[in-house]
């Protein structure tokens, strides 16, 4: 977990490939320079253009920096109408983009390290795999959607560790939500890192607690600035009440959460 | 260069920008991305007597052109900022004015006695205006007798610089003003947010724990524009202007109606940088129609 410096950078959109109707992967390069450092499980507050409605940034995890072809990798999710402009972005437009912000996740070296994500949350979940293959660790990840349709970017997930899958209609994968797979009812991993809907998130944490395995979560509570000033994102912690989502997370450890699971 | 420094009562801004309390944390959180030391001023967030932990989440939710907030001015207590912020900060070039707020006037003059003898601390902001809190707050700051009765308990105890933040959310800001001012204020700054409420029509919900909240950004604008010019009219003390500026062009709006100086607040959210290209802005501004100094702006509007 390391401080990396905040940067307010323009991009230029080189890709947006877009899944379906609902989800765009917007492949973004820096109008000059180099990105700067990034940690898995960090987020970007990014400007929307083409949204007369809306004009806060939107808060988006870093799924992948692509350092050899200089490119930031942000998955979309089509939530509103911000989120809703950037999905419909053009490749050669122009966006404005904060990162890195927040704490992200734990990079452990020992045991098996599970990666578990569901719908748009797999996205910072690919850099974290991406990260921890690099380090000689083999991530294995368990991702859930509700429709095939909804799986997202897994032929680049396949490419970093065995993937396993449920649907929630049965048409990939296990039939249901990710706590039925065996995978996770085993129990026979380490460390947990999850991202995806609040449901979701907290039903692997209860299944983590009770297994004893440590768990990560990232949250993504409503916020405005992203960089800590605001104090809107709050989450109750057992250590330290109400704390930024932004600063302190958005990756928290689950024995840090007041969580009833 | 045009001379942009104005003064706030005794106080020396070298620059008329500053940033607004609860949007700019302790001005660190920023130091990335700007050079603190060219604000003309950072308001830090509002302290308290004790440490609190503000409201429920949720705390925010975005509207046209603005948002609302309910953060219930959590922060960690005036102790924790004499001994733990204030050290880190206080040797930055730019005016630190600390935003004080209370539940009862006793709170106010406790935390202006511990400021009191902070040398760097160049003023104290007192927040009788704050629409989230159950007890204190904006109830200090919706009646001339209310927002007297604070202002001159703090008098008593703070013999710096004393700016009142009012509230927008009265029938005549003009007499809360007045009243303020004859209470002691050194200067008055305005607005704070407007009290608004919005509905999650689906789930058919609040979309706030607190149900109500305070509206800030664009869309408060030309009320609160409205309510500086009408101040500045009504007092003889310096007025600072806040709600929804964008950019230099919107601070120039303030200080043209009267505002001797202006505050960012949910601009930081969307451009940390606002406050810095604002005071660029204002420069060129001045040099484009052959000013000397931004004094001369201040209620210049035509009329």
């Not at chain 1, 409503?222 to 912690?237: F, I, N, P, R, S």
Request: aromatic fraction near 6%; include cysteine.
């Amino acid at each position: 977990m390391t401080e990396n410096k905040k940067h307010i950078l323009d991009f230029t959109v080189r890709q947006n490939l877009r899944f379906g109707t609902n989800y765009a992967l917007l492949k973004l390069m820096p109008a000059c320079g180099e990105l700067p450092p990034c940690e898995p499980g960090q987020f970007a507050q990014v400007l929307v253009p083409n949204s007369k409605n809306t004009f806060l940034r939107r808060p988006i995890s870093i799924c992948n920096i692509d350092r050899n072809e200089n490119l930031l990798w942000l998955l979309v999710r089509r939530a509103g109408e911000g989120t809703a402009a950037l999905c419909d972005l053009h490749e050669g437009e122009t966006l404005n983009v904060m990162l890195p912000l927040g704490h992200g996740f734990t990079l452990h070296r020992d045991g098996t390290m599970l990666l578990v994500g569901g719908g748009v949350g797999v996205a910072p979940l690919f850099m974290l795999g991406k990260v921890l293959k690099e380090q000689g660790m083999q991530p294995e990840f368990l991702l859930g959607a509700r429709t095939q349709a909804d799986l997202l970017m897994l032929g680049h997930f396949n490419d970093l560790g065995t993937v396993h899958i449920t649907t929630d209609d049965g048409s990939a994968g296990v039939h249901g939500v990710v706590t039925k797979h065996p995978v996770l009812t085993s129990g026979n991993m380490a460390h947990i890192a999850c991202c995806g809907p609040m449901p979701m998130m907290r039903a692997v944490a209860a299944l983590a607690r009770q297994q004893g395995i440590d768990c990560e979560v990232s949250l993504e509570n409503l916020m405005a600035c992203g960089m800590g000033a605001c104090l809107c994102c709050v989450e109750d912690t057992a250590d330290a009440g109400n704390v930024c989502v932004c600063t302190e997370g958005p990756v928290f450890n689950i024995n840090r959460l007041k969580w009833q699971i | 260069m045009a001379n942009l420094s104005v003064n706030i009562g005794n106080l020396r801004l070298k620059n008329p920008v500053m940033t607004a309390s609860g949007t700019f944390g302790y001005g660190e959180e920023f130091a990335d991305l700007i050079d603190l030391n060219q604000l003309g001023g950072i308001i830090v967030k509002g302290t308290t007597r004790m440490p609190r932990q503000g409201n429920p989440y949720p705390r925010m939710v975005e509207t046209p052109s603005g948002m609302l907030n309910a953060v219930g001015l959590q922060n960690k207590g005036v102790d924790y900022f004499v001994e733990h912020i204030y050290p880190r900060i206080c040797d930055l070039d730019t005016a630190i004015i600390v935003n004080v707020s209370g539940s009862t006037i006793d709170d106010y003059v406790a935390v202006c006695e511990r400021l009191n003898p902070l040398d760097k601390v160049a003023a104290v902001e007192i927040n009788i205006s704050c629409p989230n809190v159950k007890q204190g707050g904006m109830t200090f700051g919706t009646t001339c007798t209310g927002a007297q009765s604070v202002v001159s308990a703090c008098r008593k105890a703070y013999d710096g610089t004393m700016i009142v933040k009012l509230t927008p959310n009265v029938t005549d800001v003009t007499e809360i003003a007045r009243a303020a001012q004859e209470a002691g204020a050194d200067a008055l700054s305005l607005t704070n947010t407007f009290l608004g409420m919005a509905i999650d029509v689906e789930r058919q919900t609040p979309c706030l724990s607190t149900i109500t909240g305070g509206l800030s950004g664009p869309c408060i604008r030309p009320i609160a524009v409205r309510m500086v010019w009408q101040v500045a009219k009504a007092v003889n003390v310096p007025v600072i202007g806040l709600g929804g500026i964008m950019n230099g062009r919107d601070a120039l709006e303030f200080i043209l109606a009267g505002a001797t100086a202006v505050q960012f607040g949910t601009a930081n959210f969307v451009d940390p940088q606002a406050t810095i290209k604002a005071i660029g802005y204002i420069n060129d501004y001045l040099d484009r129609h052959g000013l000397d100094s931004v004094n001369q702006l201040i209620g210049a509007l035509k009329a």
